[in-house]
């Protein structure tokens, strides 16, 4: 399958969730993101268009974290700070962010596994969290992030 079906293929698949689909060219270190606490886009990066496999995957890994903020799931991971001010203090939001995010991704994971499986079952989903490569990505970039938004509220 070429580029061109692959991505109206993904294009499809995220009108059928209400949600745009914007594949981007540059290394952002990451197969895809969305914008903290919104629904509206999913961004994937062109490079994993080399498989069905990976695209398909990756598309349904962005599209678990829509689903969590459309269902109110792992709202610190989730969501600006903004949106849960009359909730819980910044220090309280950084830290429940760090202990349920690689928790989130996992549940992340497990919802799109499924989902591919209903969509395709010829297509064998890709777990973003499962390699200690991607692990160590994740402690090394998220993570570390947090740690250091915390340690600066004490100063
Ligand atoms: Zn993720």
């Known amino acids: 399958m070429n580029n061109k079906k692959l991505i109206s293929e993904i294009r499809g698949l995220g009108k059928l969730h209400n949600v745009k689909v914007i594949f981007f060219n540059e290394d952002r270190d990451c197969a895809g993101h969305i914008d903290t606490g919104s629904d ?4 994937i990066w062109k490079k994993y268009l080399y498989s069905r496999h990976s695209i398909v995957s990756t598309f349904f890994h962005e599209l678990g ?9 792992w709202r610190a991971y989730h969501l600006n700070y903004k949106d849960m001010k009359n909730e819980i203090t910044i220090e309280e939001f950084y830290k429940k962010n760090l202990y349920t995010g690689l928790k989130a991704e996992r549940w992340v994971d497990k919802w799109a596994k499924n989902m591919v499986n209903k969509y395709d079952r010829n297509i064998k989903y890709i777990d973003g969290y499962k390699s200690e490569v991607n692990i160590n990505w994740f402690r090394n970039t998220t993570t570390n992030t947090i740690k250091k938004l915390l340690n600066n509220l004490k100063k």
Request: net charge positive; with cysteine; hydrophobic share 25%.
């Open 40 to 43: 509206k886009y999913i961004y």
């Open 65 to 73: 974290h829509i689903h969590c903020i459309r269902t109110n799931r």
